[in-house]
């Protein structure tokens, strides 16, 4: 399983970023793909994930009406809109892949690719 996260950046208060997850070397519908986030000095996050086979999603409360997670299956690639960004939305973004889509709340999948980092000015 590999995971490749590209989009972050610099942007401020009330932007917005768009995040890819590009997966390779594994079967993508068997999967789900989520986002999460570690701020500094927090623990880890789930922001979002889609089950692929179904399109099922999960977003966690902090971001619902602001983020929007979407799947393109054709290119195994998975996205992540982030409107209305906040200060309090800072932190490493990272995509991982698991079978099991009910342990997104808890940040609990298998494969991690590397974070992006996503830095939010007032």
């Known amino acids: 399983v590999q995971l490749q996260a590209s989009g972050g950046g610099l942007v401020q208060a009330g932007g917005s970023l768009r995040l890819s997850c590009a997966a390779s070397?594994?079967?993508?519908?068997?999967?789900?793909i989520g986002w999460f986030r570690q701020a500094p000095g927090k623990g880890r996050e789930g922001v979002a994930c889609i089950k692929n086979s179904d399109g099922s999603i999960y977003y966690a409360d902090s971001v619902k009406g602001r983020f929007t997670i979407s799947g393109d299956n054709a290119k195994n690639t998975v996205y992540l809109q982030m409107n209305s960004l906040q200060p309090e939305d800072t932190a490493i973004y990272y995509c991982?892949?698991?079978?099991?889509?009910?342990?997104?709340?808890?940040?609990?999948?298998?494969?991690w690719g590397q974070g992006t980092l996503v830095t939010v000015s007032s």
């Open positions: 991982a892949a698991d079978r099991n889509y009910y342990t997104c709340p808890r940040g609990n999948f298998a494969s």
């Open positions: 070397g594994f079967t993508f519908d068997d999967y789900a």
